[in-house]
T-cell receptor
Framework: GDSVTQTEGLVTLTKGLPVMLNCTYQ??????LFWYVQHLNEAPKLLLK?????KRTEHQGFYATLHKSSSSFHLQKSSVQLSDSALYFC????????????FGSGTRLLVSP | DPKIIQKPKYLVAVTGSEKILICEQY?????MYWYRQSAKKPLEFMFS???????DNQTASSRFQPQSSKKNHLDLQITALKPDDSATYFC?????????????FGSGTRLLVI
């Protein structure tokens, strides 16, 4: 079945530094990839999404590029802020899974002053 | 105003009891979902509905039963509650059930079974 792997459980950074959160996936069909962000005690919210190979997609300073050759969709930001501290989920959807969105285990980003 | 209302926000239940988690969405969406989030399995898919019809069920137990009385309602009935059921249950919706569906999540019901 489909799966999404996020290797880092926790990433800690100082404000102003760049960040990359890893996401790789497994599927036999052409997928749609998503990043959702969940702040403490809040609902997950869509951050960005893509299905286009090798095209960078951006939102709120975050960006990601879907690379089908390596089955990756890493999330990046050039300069993190304190408000970026949250849980980040990579997710995918494809027709083999009935279009339901399958989430990775999540990466918690903690940004310190 | 919240677009997806989940009630109650917090719920404490006794082992063996039955509870119903309420979800209503005011986005005009045609597809609704239930996800469970716990320390063991973050954001685990449970059910999907499209136009009030069950499309997918990934729960292993029949103790979990979704109920859709209206197009914008998808409640979750849980019977014979166990401590392992303790988790936050999120309801979500999307315009339609498809590849490019953006999910909007409710604020969740945090269930504690003692």
């Amino acid at each position: 079945g489909d799966s999404v792997t996020q290797t880092e459980g926790l990433v800690t950074l100082t404000k102003g530094l760049p960040v990359m959160l890893n996401c790789t996936y497994q599927t036999t069909y052409s997928p749609f990839l998503f990043w959702y962000v969940q702040h403490l005690n809040e609902a997950p919210k869509l951050l960005l999404k893509s299905s286009t190979d090798n095209k960078r997609t951006e939102h709120q300073g975050f960006y990601a590029t879907l690379h089908k050759s390596s089955s990756s969709f890493h999330l990046q930001k050039s300069s993190v802020q304190l408000s970026d501290s949250a849980l980040y989920f990579c997710a995918l959807s494809d027709r083999s899974g009935g279009y339901k969105v399958v989430f990775g285990s999540g990466t918690r980003l903690l940004v310190s002053p | 105003d919240p677009k997806i209302i989940q009630k109650p926000k917090y719920l404490v239940a006794v082992t063996g009891s039955e509870k119903i988690l309420i979800c209503e969405q005011y986005l005009g969406h045609n597809a609704m979902y239930w996800y469970r989030q716990s320390a063991k399995k973050p954001l685990e898919f449970m059910f999907s509905y499209s136009y009030q019809k069950l499309m997918d069920n990934q729960t292993a137990s029949s103790r979990f039963q979704p109920q859709s009385s209206k197009k914008n309602h998808l409640d979750l009935q849980i019977t014979a509650l166990k401590p392992d059921d303790s988790a936050t249950y999120f309801c979500a919706s999307s315009q339609d059930r498809g590849l490019n569906s953006d999910y909007t999540f409710g604020s969740g019901t945090r269930l504690l079974v003692i």
